[in-house]
T-cell receptor, first 113, second 112 residues
Framework: AQSVAQPEDQVNVAEGNPLTVKCTYS??????LFWYVQYPNRGLQFLLK??????LVKGSYGFEAEFNKSQTSFHLKKPSALVSDSALYFC???????????FGKGTRLSVIA | DTAVSQTPKYLVTQMGNDKSIKCEQN?????MYWYKQDSKKFLKIMFS???????INETVPNRFSPKSPDKAHLNLHINSLELGDSAVYFC???????????FGQGTRLTVV
């Protein structure tokens, strides 16, 4: 069965600094990997995905993520954090077939001005 | 145009009542889901429907019964509500394998 681990409950970063939110995964086959963001009292918004191809994928709002097969990781990154990036971030994985997304526990990102 | 819409957004009810949450998607997707987000923000799949047929039913009490009248709708009916059912319930949809899921805004259910 597939699973996702987000080792950090909270990440704090100063505005303008680069940010990284970590994610590792476990699947039996080739992974489909996703990042979502949740703002307070809102639904989940899709940021980016990795299906195949380039290991560095770019997404919405200047976010990008790097797929590393040997380390089974899919870390979310942004070169320069904004206060408005403060939110709850979820990594998710799905296996081949029409299976539902399996989510990590979430990482709360706090960007301090 | 809202891609995935859920109603109601907030639902406060007493223990023992029966309630329903409705979900509709206008994306033409053939798969729909219900997720539960608990107070610690954990997201867990409850049900998955593909073309109106139930394909995944995780370990959810049988008080929860999804119904899909057509592939654009997936409603969630909950009988005999309990305090532990308080959570945010998200509906989502997706197309073929490997694509992202689109989520509704959630329904915050509070059982008192």
């Amino acid at each position: 069965a597939q699973s996702v681990a987000q080792p950090e409950d909270q990440v704090n970063v100063a505005e303008g600094n680069p940010l990284t939110v970590k994610c590792t995964y476990s699947v039996s086959g080739n992974p489909y990997l996703f990042w979502y963001v949740q703002y307070p009292n809102r639904g989940l918004q899709f940021l980016l995905k990795y299906i195949t191809g380039d290991n560095l994928v770019k997404g919405s709002y200047g976010f990008e993520a790097e797929f590393n097969k040997s380390q089974t990781s899919f870390h979310l990154k942004k070169p320069s954090a904004l206060v408005s990036d403060s939110a709850l971030y979820f990594c998710a994985v799905r296996d081949v077939g029409n299976t539902p997304l399996v989510f990590g526990k979430g990482t709360r990102l706090s960007v301090i001005a | 145009d809202t891609a995935v819409s859920q109603t109601p957004k907030y639902l406060v009810t007493q223990m023992g009542n029966d309630k329903s949450i409705k979900c509709e998607q206008n994306l033409g997707h053939d798969t729909m889901y219900w997720y539960k987000q608990d107070s610690k923000k954990f997201l867990k799949i409850m049900f998955s429907y593909n073309n109106k047929e139930l394909i995944i039913n995780e370990t959810v009490p049988n008080r929860f019964s999804p119904k899909s009248p057509d592939k654009a709708h997936l409603n969630l009916h909950i009988n005999s509500l309990e305090l532990g059912d308080s959570a945010v319930y998200f509906c989502a949809s997706s197309q073929i394998k490997g694509t992202e899921a689109f989520f509704g805004q959630g329904t915050r259910l509070t059982v008192v």
